[in-house]
T-cell receptor, first 115, second 112 residues
Framework: NAGVTQTPKFRVLKTGQSMTLLCAQD?????MYWYRQDPGMGLRLIHY???????AKGEVPDGYNVSRLKKQNFLLGLESAAPSQTSVYFC??????????????FGDGTRLSIL | SQQGEEDPQALSIQEGENATMNCSYK?????LQWYRQNSGRGLVHLIL?????REKHSGRLRVTLDTSKKSSSLLITASRAADTASYFC????????????FGKGTKLTVNP
């Protein structure tokens, strides 16, 4: 069982470039999440999805877009990368229902540097 | 905004000792979860405690919840070098929010 897989694991971009981070889960989970983790800041929610075809903003959505065209995939896009977006990005998923009563399952992260 | 705040930010102990980490939060919750993050890896769920529970055990882990003080503690007994990691608490809003809010974490180092 792969669980949650993030692609790529590492990436270096120049300011202004665009890229897409891919998250894939094989657990048939309804909910998926994108977080960023910065030193001393913990995890902050960027965007999330409660089902195929749906997306919603989290705490820090500016500069990012997402799409959930297939239930198993959740894509995070940076249209014009900025140095402030240098971070480690984590994807997570969890099943429905249960509100917060289900744990989230995390990928191992994408380490992104913007020069 | 981060609802949970862990204390201490960093903790260093010897193998075999107990480690206690605390989490405080601001608003009413439905449940509270603890996660572990090894260096360079994603978060792994450890334990979930519901708002109507006061204590929960899982192996060497003991979690307590005091909703009157809006606080929780995670105790790791007989620590091992492999317990070296960062530990995060996460809360959701009462009523069953689909989102979790994570604290900033406690970095635990267990020295052999």
């Amino acid at each position: 069982n792969a669980g949650v897989t993030q692609t790529p694991k590492f990436r270096v971009l120049k300011t202004g470039q665009s890229m897409t981070l891919l998250c894939a889960q094989d657990m048939n989970h309804e909910y998926m999440y994108w977080y960023r983790q910065d030193p001393g800041m913990g995890l902050r929610l960027i965007h999330y999805s409660v089902g195929e075809g749906t997306t919603a903003k989290g705490e820090v959505p500016d500069g990012y877009n997402v799409s959930r065209l297939k239930k198993q995939n959740f894509l995070l896009g940076l249209e014009s990368a900025a140095p402030s977006q240098t971070s480690v990005y984590f994807c997570a998923s969890r099943p429905f229902p249960g509100g917060g009563n289900q744990p989230q399952h995390f990928g191992d992260g994408t380490r992104l540097s913007i020069l | 905004s981060q609802q949970g705040e862990e204390d201490p930010q960093a903790l260093s102990i010897q193998e075999g000792e107990n480690a206690t980490m605390n989490c405080s939060y601001k608003t009413s919750i439905n449940n509270l979860q603890w996660y572990r993050q090894n260096s360079g890896r994603g978060l792994v769920h450890l334990i979930l405690i519901r708002s109507n529970e006061r204590e929960k055990h899982s192996g060497r882990l003991r979690v307590t919840l005091d909703t009157s003080k809006k606080s929780s503690s995670l105790l790791i007994t007989a620590s091992r070098a492999a317990d070296t990691a960062s530990y995060f608490c996460a809360t959701d809003a009462q009523g069953g929010s689909e989102k979790l809010v994570f604290g900033k974490g406690t970095k635990l180092t267990v020295n052999p």
